[in-house]
């Protein structure tokens, strides 16, 4: 082991935890909330979130230049300065961040200018110039005026299609695309041919960026790589489409993962929720606990309580219906990939958690899923719910937790170190290369 191998794992525990919303971490709110809700678009137009505040960071600034996105939020701001009225300024919010997602994507999948020496692989230009996006919709004060609810739904929009939530379509060999509304089934298209197997993976942002503002989400590289694409299995060509959602509480409290993937659970073959989780391993999550820990995110805000949801309350634990079996088996990548049964939970007529390896006892309370108590459990808590309660019987529904994107070596103080390096691009191609085979497995299994 070298030399900096202490100050790695610190840094790596300190990460996993973050992720994890593991109760050891400092500073967790009690049962309840702390801090403010507000969601992207309830603070004042003169405030700048946690999120924008980080903006003006060296970091950022370098990640935006070295991409070419640094160009992206003046040509928004000026587009919107441009506007005659509040329909135009919708028309000029989804124009340019459906542009944002398919640049993205086009870059990181190795279409049209790299905009600079920064790798095409890397996730984070498109969160930072959302966010430079956001602050100037956020700041915006055209001659109309604009009312707060206006402004919400503007930057609610611009979250949106920004995130490829909207953009989500699968094509039949015929060329024909369903999008919200379509019908899945498995009849023959045009040339007498099956259609391809329809996949739906999700990312996250970048996120614990107090810690360390250089990060960078492998299940949001993940996202921008796999979306649009199709992956060859056993089974046949997959179609492959992906979205990516925020390290916000109140983004999830107000229904954003629902209204995303509800539309889908009909038609895709299997549905993928992917998170960054724990150092140097692939977790298939079994399940997943209606439980929040507290753990801050982006905005800076904590929750602590029951996972909420519309409708009927959610039972305590989901399950993943993921192939999981097939999964740990294959050869899929140089990271182990792990069946992860784990959960915390408050057992029947008990008042203090405990840990279990082998899943929940009958009448538990849920602290933690085998993914945490942090929003990468919630996401899939989530999904699986969907699916229980609207999606077909059997359709495969779970979480991958990738490995912790560790940067090398020499390179893991967050004040001084340089924004990539050899060992964190090998690290961040390795896990999305496995992220894809994973899949392929998944779909194949099903």
């Known amino acids: 082991m070298d030399a900096s191998a202490p100050i790695r794992t610190r840094v790596l525990t300190l990460a996993t935890a973050l992720l994890l919303g593991v109760t050891a971490a400092p500073a967790l709110a009690a049962e309840g909330t702390t801090g403010s809700a507000a969601g992207p678009g309830a603070a004042p137009a003169s405030v700048p979130t946690a999120e924008e505040q980080r903006l003006d960071r060296a970091v950022p600034r370098e990640v935006l230049r070295r991409s070419g996105f640094d160009a992206v939020a003046p040509s928004f701001a000026r587009a919107l300065d441009g506007a005659d009225g509040y329909r135009e300024a919708r028309r000029v919010v989804a124009r340019h961040g459906a542009r944002l997602w398919e640049r993205a994507v086009d870059r990181v999948q190795g279409r049209g200018p790299s905009g600079g020496d920064l790798s095409r692989d890397d996730d984070r230009p498109l969160y930072w110039a959302r966010l430079a996006m956001v602050r100037e919709l956020r700041t915006w004060e055209p001659d109309s005026g604009l009312t707060a609810d206006r402004r919400a739904r503007l930057l609610d929009l611009l979250e949106t299609v920004s995130r490829g939530q909207d953009s989500i379509r699968f094509a039949d060999r015929s060329g024909s695309e369903d999008q919200h509304g379509g019908r899945h089934d498995d009849r023959p298209g045009e040339d007498g041919r ?82 960054q989780g724990r ?34 309350a959610g039972p305590e634990w989901t399950s993943s219906t993921l192939p999981y079996a097939a999964i740990v088996a294959a050869p899929t ?55 229980d309660r609207f999606g077909p019987a059997g359709l495969p529904v779970g979480h991958l937790h990738t490995p912790v994107l560790e940067f090398g070596a020499g390179n893991t103080d967050p004040a001084t170190g340089a924004v990539s390096d050899p060992e964190f691009l090998r690290n961040r191609a390795d896990i999305v290369h496995q992220v894809r085979a994973v899949l392929a497995v998944a779909v194949a299994a099903r």
Not at 217 to 225: F, H, I, W
Not at 340 to 358: I, Q
């Open 194 to 275: 099956e259609r391809p197997l329809r996949v739906l993976v999700t990312g996250f942002d970048p996120f614990t960026l107090d810690r360390d503002v250089r990060i960078s989400n492998p299940s949001g590289a993940a996202a921008l790589a796999l979306d649009g694409t199709v992956i060859q299995t056993e089974r046949g060509p997959a179609r492959v489409e992906a979205a990516v959602f925020p390290v916000r509480w109140q983004d999830f409290a107000d229904g954003e993962v629902e209204r995303a993937l509800r539309p889908h659970l009909g038609r895709v073959d299997l549905l993928t929720t992917v998170s």
């Open 333 to 387: 990548g140089r990271f182990p990939v792990r069946d992860n049964t784990s959960v915390t939970e408050v057992p029947a007529g008990g008042t203090t958690p405990v840990d279990r390896a082998d899943g929940p006892t009958p009448g538990s309370s849920a602290r933690a899923g085998g993914g945490g108590n942090y929003l990468s459990n919630e996401i899939a808590y989530r999904a699986t719910l969907l699916r």
């Open 279 to 312: 150092p140097g391993r692939f977790d298939v999550e079994r399940t997943n606990g209606a439980w929040r820990g507290g753990f801050p995110d982006n905005e800076n805000v904590r929750h602590t309580g029951k996972v909420p949801v519309t409708g009927a």
